[in-house]
């Protein structure tokens, strides 16, 4: 039933045939891409709007062979069959080729088009797929949804300016200084996760967890979840653990950075939770319980870099010929330019078990912030040094991987990648040519980072701790 209105379908027995060779779902677009388009979006003034596919797919044809007694209306992509997500995949690329869209080679499932505006200012439209729900980026979206659908029948009441995506809420923001920006609020939907969370309780388990009178931090206070040994949840409620764990980690997709180290911590017990785990995780719900209401704004204004804290150097005598790899079949940029800069920091031996270090950072596009990261380093580093060199690397990793994609977006990028880092050594030794390692354990990382600033790509430069904002993924806040 869906608003008081009951509907039917024909489900095809998809577990009964084989599943086919090649792609069997429908890929979505990333949630970091969608940042980028709702920041680019509002950076060159262009129109947002969102519709949702009407019985998504049974509008593409059939890829399996299907025996029935029906009539021959039935020729479409059933619900249930294996291949069902594919072929409607296939159906709306499809679709967006012959509109004249090409799909990002850094997402797929991003289109993108050269368009004139209404000033005469050229600049890339972009489609964004995620199964059947669509944002479009257009000067003028009304035409293209009505082109859409031509092709696919569009629900009517969920074409137009997007309200909720994803579970949350889109809404523009003006700033004093006339700036536009649009705002992504999970609030309504950790609203509804809390309620869920507290009827479960009160009808299952027999009373014995419940969520905290009071949550004052997404942790109790001095709780470690590797320090835990209380007894093992049973299977029943380990799943549920799992479903509490999935929920969490979907609120820190939607924006809720300050819980995202928590999560990630308790995301590590999910294949043998204890009980001490899920109160703690009832804890993190106690917490957003009273802090419900959240919005990340995506802000296109230009950020004012230091450039002074950043030290440029002649690296030709240790990297001869190093420069930065440029895409050969990226599209010709259009539109303003951006700025990337990202905050890292480690958290030393922080697991008092393993003793693995803690990697955070945190990537702004201009002053939007648009990916981060809270995450246990896959190996024992023996110092600082070693640690925040591991944060360093991953970081640049994804950065480059950012760096990638906005130019296939077509998206004009400003000077190179600016990095912040707390630890002064590893600043000292990434800035400073003639510098040299005497850790042969830690060269990965080391030559790495060096290269990418031969090469003109990245610059670091030092930030004190207090005003790392890369610090709230490597550390707990207790209380």
């Known amino acids: 039933m869906e608003d008081f209105r009951r509907k039917a379908r024909l489900v095809a027995g998809g577990h009964v045939t084989k599943a086919p060779a090649t792609l069997t779902y429908a890929s979505v677009v990333s949630r970091e891409t969608v940042r980028i388009a709702l920041l680019i979006a ?18 593409a044809p059939c890829r399996e062979k299907i025996w029935t007694t029906l009539g021959k209306e039935f020729v479409r992509a059933l619900y249930g069959l294996k291949s069902s997500g594919a072929a409607f995949r296939a159906h709306l690329a499809g679709c967006m080729r012959e509109m004249g869209y090409v799909s990002c080679p850094a997402d797929p499932d991003l289109w993108l088009k050269e368009q004139t505006d209404r000033k005469g200012r050229k600049y890339y439209s972009y489609i964004l797929c995620y199964v059947d729900d669509l944002l479009v980026v257009h000067h003028n979206p009304k035409r293209i949804m009505d082109r859409i659908n031509s092709f696919l029948p569009l629900k009517p009441d969920s074409v137009g300016p997007p309200e909720m995506y994803l579970g949350a809420k889109l809404k523009r923001k003006t700033f004093e200084d006339g700036t536009t920006a649009w705002g992504l609020s999970p609030a309504k939907y950790v609203q509804q996760a809390v309620k869920n969370v507290e009827t479960f309780l009160k009808n299952n388990l027999e009373g014995r967890f419940s969520l905290p009178k009071r949550g ?21 409620v380990a799943t549920y653990y799992m479903q509490l764990i999935g929920v969490l980690r979907w609120m820190c997709e939607l924006g809720r950075i300050d819980i995202c180290t928590e999560v990630s911590m308790l995301s590590s017990f999910a294949a043998m939770p204890r009980e001490g785990h899920l109160e703690a995780a009832l804890h993190v719900f106690s917490y957003l319980k009273s802090r419900s209401n959240s919005r990340l704004i995506f802000d296109p204004k230009e950020p004012n870099v230091g450039e002074s804290d950043f030290v440029e150097c002649d690296w030709s005598d240790f990297y001869p010929g190093a420069e930065e790899a440029l895409p050969p079949n990226a599209p010709n940029p259009l539109g303003k330019g951006v700025t990337l800069r990202m905050f890292v920091d ?42 925040e060199f591991c944060a360093m690397k991953h970081g640049i990793e994804n950065l480059r991987g950012i760096r990638y994609k906005l130019r296939m977006m077509g998206v004009p990028i400003k000077g190179p ?14 800035s400073k040519p003639e510098s040299t390692l ?42």
């Not at 693995?356 to 596009?365: A, K, N, P, Q």
């Not at 990418?452 to 930030?463: D, F, N, Q, S």
């Open 417 to 430: 990648l600016y990095v912040y880092g707390d630890n002064m050594s590893v600043v000292t030794n990434v």
């Open 438 to 479: 005497r850790k042969k354990s830690n060269s990965i990382c080391y030559y790495a980072v060096r290269e990418a600033v031969a090469m003109g790509e990245t610059l670091v430069a030092h930030i004190p701790t207090k005003k790392n904002l890369a610090d709230l993924f490597t550390k707990v806040l207790y209380g």
């Open 216 to 236: 004052d931090n997404p942790f109790p206070c001095d709780y470690a979840p590797e320090e835990d040994v209380t007894p093992l949840l049973e299977p029943g």
């Open 42 to 59: 509002a950076l060159n003034d262009i129109d947002i709007w969102a519709a949702d596919v009407l019985n998504a797919y049974i509008t």
């Open 346 to 387: 480690s958290d030393h031996a922080g697991d008092k078990v393993s003793r693995r270090s803690r990697t955070g950072f945190v990537i702004f596009l201009n002053y939007g912030m648009i990916d981060w990261l809270s995450k246990k380093q896959s190996t024992v580093e023996t110092s600082v040094f070693g640690a």
